[in-house]
């Protein structure tokens, strides 16, 4: 099989940031306003084509057995794929043999034509000097005629292998549709259609006696952190594409990647900076509540407004220096130091937005507080 020397460009890591998690809400919102869809579903087959269909699961998906004629073509490639990188290493070694006989060939006969050039004839000695080393030559060039060969042959059969899966997978990619509207169709339809569960709302700690508490201008900042909250929430399943890439091209291809980790761990660390107001919001944080759990909800909001004076010093001390390290690297256009060489100012930038974005919620959660208390908690 050929190698993959794909490397991420720039342009489409911060691009593929910014607008799958576009796609995918709309995706969300308009299969939600369809209702519950009926399997199989052609784009879950696509999906499965696109990730692993050269294991013939997207057949499996659409319960045909044909899916189980991939498994023997990709044992084929990953067997053929083992044997090429055990010959690899004898092709390499009798290529060093074979080098090192035509360097001896060499040197005899530059010797030889260094006495003619000079007026006088060549010894005795160096006559055979290059009579040896022509008889020393056919036999590593033969052995490594026979290992190039061995890896030739391997490798021809794992790529033959791999254009016969690439040619099933061409062949299904017209046929995915068709495939699942006669499933739907074979398939018995339900008595009735269960309703989508109702989303679980976790409470975190629920010890938050304004969790469910709204006022006009609360509910203004909590939109804009719920909606950052879902906008990065999608990235993580850019991750479970990316890395299943990185194991298929290690694994499969032999061809690890140096982008696949420094891209993921920056992304989510973005993402925990940006998330961390929907989570503030939605009482998700660690809380010591030893004491806190045993007061009143009227206490515990009493509670909020007193300790929200540190939680202030430490997001305003946040936005404060994380601006600063922002700015700084900003103004250099400051990129990484791997290979991959990413830019870091937009990494960095993100914490001074993170922490922005923490600050107005817990504004918010203060002016929720103080309405609490001053209504007696009603």
């Known amino acids: 099989m050929p190698t993959l020397n794909f490397v991420l460009p720039h342009w489409m890591y911060w691009g593929g940031l910014i607008l799958f998690p576009f796609a995918a809400m709309f995706l969300v ?27 013939g699961i997207h057949r499996l998906y659409l319960k045909s057995w044909w899916g189980l004629a991939y498994v023997p073509l990709l044992a084929a490639v990953i067997y053929c794929n083992a044997q090429v990188r055990e010959v690899r290493e004898g092709v390499s070694k009798t290529y060093a043999a074979l080098e090192q006989a035509q360097n001896d060939l060499k040197q005899a006969r530059d010797e030889v034509e260094r006495e003619r050039s000079e007026g006088r004839s060549p010894s005795p000695e160096q006559s055979a000097a290059v009579a040896r080393a022509q008889a020393a030559l056919p036999a590593p060039e033969a052995a490594y005629r026979a290992a190039q060969a061995v890896h030739d042959r391997w490798y021809g059969r794992a790529r033959d292998a791999g254009i016969t899966i690439a040619l099933l997978m061409l062949v299904d990619a017209f046929l995915i549709p068709g495939l699942a509207r006669r499933r739907r169709a074979t398939e018995a339809p339900a008595a009735h259609e269960e309703a989508h569960a109702p989303a679980v709302h976790e409470q975190g700690t629920a010890e938050d006696p304004t969790l469910g508490f709204h006022t006009r201008f609360t509910d203004a900042i909590e939109a804009v952190n719920v909606k950052a909250g879902e906008f990065v929430a999608y990235w993580a399943v850019i991750s479970v ?15 690890p990647t ?17 998330a961390g107001a929907y989570a ?30 540190f939680f202030f010093v430490f997001a305003l001390t946040m936005l404060w220096t994380g601006g600063k390290f922002a700015w700084d690297a900003v103004s250099v256009h400051e990129t990484s130091f791997t290979e991959w060489g990413i830019q870091y100012w937009p990494v960095k930038l993100m914490i001074p937005i993170g922490a922005a974005l923490i600050v107005l919620q817990g504004i918010a959660k203060l002016a929720k507080d103080i309405v609490f208390v001053a209504r007696k908690g009603a």
Do not use: C
Request: hydrophobic share 45%; no cysteine; charged share 20%.
């Open 29 to 55: 919102a308009r299969q939600r306003r369809r209702g519950p869809p009926r399997e199989p579903i052609a784009f879950t087959a696509y999906l499965f084509w696109l990730t692993a269909g050269f294991a």
């Open 258 to 274: 140096n982008w696949v980790h420094e891209s993921m761990f920056l992304m989510y660390g973005m993402q925990y900076m940006i």
């Open 280 to 309: 503030y919001r939605e009482d998700q944080h660690v809380r010591v509540d030893v004491v806190y759990a045993k007061l009143s909800p009227r206490g515990k909001a009493i509670a909020d407004i007193v300790s929200s004076a």
């Open 241 to 255: 594409f990316v890395y299943y890439y990185e194991v298929m091209a290690r694994f499969l291809f032999n061809s």
